[in-house]
Nanobody
Framework: QVQLVESGGGLVQAGGSLSLSCAAS????????MGWFRQAAGKEREFVAA???????FYADSVKGRFTISRDNAKNTVYLQMNSLKPEDTAVYYC?????????????????WGQGTQVIVSS
């Protein structure tokens, strides 16, 4: 079993930065694909970024060049550095973990989820 705990959300002005972290349990953390998703009020859950066991990263077009995903396997932690935030980035951000071997952009293919952390970007 896996448990995920996010932290780092908050309120920030447009153009500002936030850093999210997600601590995960499980010996096999290093072998899992880790992802960040977000869900704005009234909208579908949206892929943000993912990182493979080997450290390869993938991003939604909407955040490319602004967000950076990273992981520290020794600490069982994944991070999302968010820069140049825009009001449209406002959402609840969820850390997720997939026990599948391959990268996925689909929320349905992730098996474990954190409770989410709210990010609000004001203009």
């Amino acid at each position: 079993q896996v448990q995920l705990v996010e932290s780092g959300g908050g309120l920030v002005q447009a153009g500002g930065s936030l850093s999210l972290s997600c601590a995960a349990s499980g010996r096999a953390f290093a072998w899992y694909v880790m992802g960040w998703f977000r869900q704005a009020a009234g909208k579908e859950r949206e892929f943000v970024a993912a990182i493979s066991w080997s450290g390869s990263s993938f991003y939604a077009d909407s955040v490319k060049g602004r967000f950076t995903i990273s992981r520290d396997n020794a600490k069982n932690t994944v991070y999302l550095q968010m820069n140049s935030l825009k009001p449209e980035d406002t959402a609840v951000y969820y850390c997720s973990l997939s026990i599948r071997s391959g990268y996925s952009r689909s929320a349905e293919e992730y098996d474990y989820w954190g409770q989410g952390t709210q990010v609000i970007v004001s203009s």
